[in-house]
């Protein structure tokens, strides 16, 4: 059986850069003498089966593991300078390794896609930074070719799941996660909603699926706007007045990009005449337009249809819902359902594509995708409508 030459400084790198237990992988079948390896002053012979049994115990692709030298390890610029109310915010574990693993499925499809020819996507950076929100709204719904009334006649699940589609065909890398990969580790989305990776190649976006259908679409319509922009974000603002320039411009635009004005006006008064109390009202346009009811009450203050204590409600109402909030990912439902809604198709396409061209192995193609089987990547594919391309 062929042997590959395996450097112990870059297992040790995979570990850490995992945070995977060596005494767990030991346990696996046929790597009991993991730490050993991992201590070794020489380098090493391993089969190749071995080093795939290694990747899937690690969630690291065959090709990292026979690196002749280890990559210098940084802070990611994402978490560098982090901050919650201009404090310094030391970032979890967790959004630490999904940051981690989002770059690595990044970086992957990056030099995929730059080796068929295809260099840069036209949304990223289309937008000069000193557009108004009106101009802003109006250019997320032309590059995505998105109609007047495209949220008419849609649940908010349908409406997230429309844009997402949009996103995706124009380019964009949409992943969705409740949890670091194949962990059982739940992301706090009080810690972050969303965030943007920035290429000019394969511009990612992941949303925290810790959160509810309208604030999912919200922080996937701001991430696309950050991407218009041409920056790089971590988003975890509940749609508050504060923040910079730019995060109070995008958090606008998002609301132009889904309502008319006028239309708006004239659905929140109609609702004020009904109801007394603004938490109906909040709660009542949120439900017609899609969007959460703090977002819109933020709207109509600009509007000047609510006051600032109507926001303070209902951002205090938001809030006390937020620390109840659980993903509603199936539990004991189909597992194939959930590994498609988590993956965005364009990935999985051309991770498809790439398998089937025999440019990449199926260990490091169920590695890019998170699935641990054949049987679950043939499942993937049929949910996809990918099973017979």
Same mark, same amino acid.
């Given at each position: 059986?062929?042997?590959?030459?395996?450097?112990?400084?870059?297992?040790?790198?995979?570990?850490?850069?995992?945070?995977?237990?060596?005494?767990?992988?030991?346990?696996?079948?046929?790597?009991?003498?993991?730490?050993?390896?991992?201590?070794?002053?020489?380098? *090493?012979?391993?089969?190749?089966?071995?080093?795939?049994?290694?990747?899937?115990?690690?969630?690291?692709?065959?090709?990292?593991?026979?690196?002749?030298?280890?990559?210098?390890?940084?802070?990611?610029?994402?978490?560098?300078?982090?901050?919650?109310?201009?404090?310094?915010?030391?970032?979890?574990?967790?959004?630490?390794?999904?940051?981690?693993?989002?770059?690595?499925?990044?970086?992957?499809?990056?030099?995929?896609?730059?080796?068929?020819?295809?260099?840069?996507?036209?949304?990223?950076?289309?937008?000069?930074?000193?557009?108004?929100?009106?101009?802003?709204?109006?250019?997320?719904?032309?590059?995505?070719?998105?109609?007047?009334?495209?949220?008419?006649?849609?649940?908010?699940?349908?409406?997230?799941?429309?844009?997402?589609?949009?996103?995706?065909?124009?380019?964009?890398?949409?992943?969705?996660?409740?949890?670091?990969?194949?962990?059982?580790?739940?992301?706090?989305?009080?810690?972050?909603?969303?965030?943007?990776?920035?290429?000019?190649?394969?511009?990612?976006?992941?949303?925290?699926?810790?959160?509810?259908?309208?604030?999912?679409?919200?922080?996937?319509?701001?991430?696309?706007?950050?991407?218009?922009?041409?920056?790089?974000?971590?988003?975890?603002?509940?749609?508050?007045?504060?923040?910079?320039?730019?995060?109070?411009?995008?958090?606008?635009?998002?609301?132009?990009?889904?309502?008319?004005?006028?239309?708006?006006?004239?659905?929140?008064?109609?609702?004020?005449?009904?109801?007394?109390?603004?938490?109906?009202?909040?709660?009542?346009?949120?439900?017609?337009?899609?969007?959460?009811?703090?977002?819109?009450?933020?709207?109509?203050?600009? *509007?000047?249809?609510?006051?600032?204590?109507?926001?303070?409600?209902?951002?205090?109402?938001?809030?006390?819902? *937020?620390?109840?909030?659980?993903?509603?990912?199936?539990?004991?439902?189909?597992?194939?359902?959930?590994?498609?809604?988590?993956?965005?198709?364009?990935?999985?396409?051309?991770?498809?594509?790439?398998?089937?061209?025999?440019?990449?192995?199926?260990?490091?193609?169920?590695?890019?995708?998170?699935?641990?089987?054949?049987?679950?990547?043939?499942?993937?594919?049929?949910?996809?409508?990918?099973?017979?391309?």
């Amino acid at each position: 059986m062929a042997e590959i030459t395996v450097y112990p400084a870059t297992l040790r790198w995979a570990v850490e850069t995992s945070n995977a237990d060596p005494a767990a992988v030991a346990a696996k079948r046929g790597l009991a003498d993991f730490p050993a390896w991992l201590n070794s002053s020489e380098p *090493l012979r391993l089969s190749f089966s071995k080093l795939s049994d290694i990747g899937k115990a690690l969630q690291m692709p065959f090709g990292s593991l026979v690196r002749s030298s280890v990559p210098e390890q940084h802070e990611d610029e994402l978490v560098q300078y982090r901050t919650v109310k201009n404090h310094g915010v030391e970032p979890s574990r967790d959004l630490k390794d999904i940051i981690r693993l989002m770059r690595n499925r990044q970086d992957w499809a990056k030099d995929e896609l730059s080796a068929r020819g295809l260099d840069e996507n036209r949304l990223v950076g289309s937008v000069a930074s000193s557009v108004s929100a009106e101009e802003l709204g109006k250019a997320i719904r032309e590059k995505l070719q998105l109609d007047d009334v495209w949220y008419a006649h849609k649940t908010v699940e349908e409406r997230f799941r429309y844009i997402r589609q949009r996103a995706s065909e124009n380019g964009l890398i949409v992943m969705v996660d409740s949890k670091v990969g194949t962990s059982h580790r739940r992301l706090n989305v009080q810690e972050f909603r969303a965030f943007v990776l920035l290429d000019q190649t394969a511009p990612l976006i992941f949303i925290n699926r810790n959160d509810s259908y309208s604030a999912m679409l919200f922080s996937l319509l701001h991430e696309i706007g950050h991407v218009l922009l041409g920056s790089n974000e971590l988003f975890n603002d509940d749609f508050a007045m504060s923040g910079t320039r730019i995060e109070r411009l995008i958090n606008r635009a998002v609301i132009q990009a889904v309502v008319d004005n006028q239309d708006f006006c004239s659905y929140w008064k109609e609702s004020k005449r009904r109801n007394n109390d603004i938490l109906m009202i909040a709660n009542e346009c949120a439900k017609h337009y899609g969007l959460s009811a703090l977002a819109l009450t933020i709207h109509a203050n600009y *509007l000047g249809l609510a006051a600032d204590e109507d926001v303070r409600t209902v951002s205090e109402k938001t809030r006390e819902h *937020l620390s109840k909030t659980h993903s509603s990912d199936a539990k004991g439902g189909n597992q194939n359902n959930t590994n498609a809604f988590h993956l965005d198709s364009g990935f999985v396409g051309l991770v498809k594509s790439s398998i089937d061209r025999g440019s990449l192995s199926y260990s490091d193609g169920f590695s890019l995708l998170g699935v641990k089987s054949i049987q679950a990547y043939d499942g993937l594919l049929q949910v996809k409508g990918m099973a017979n391309e």
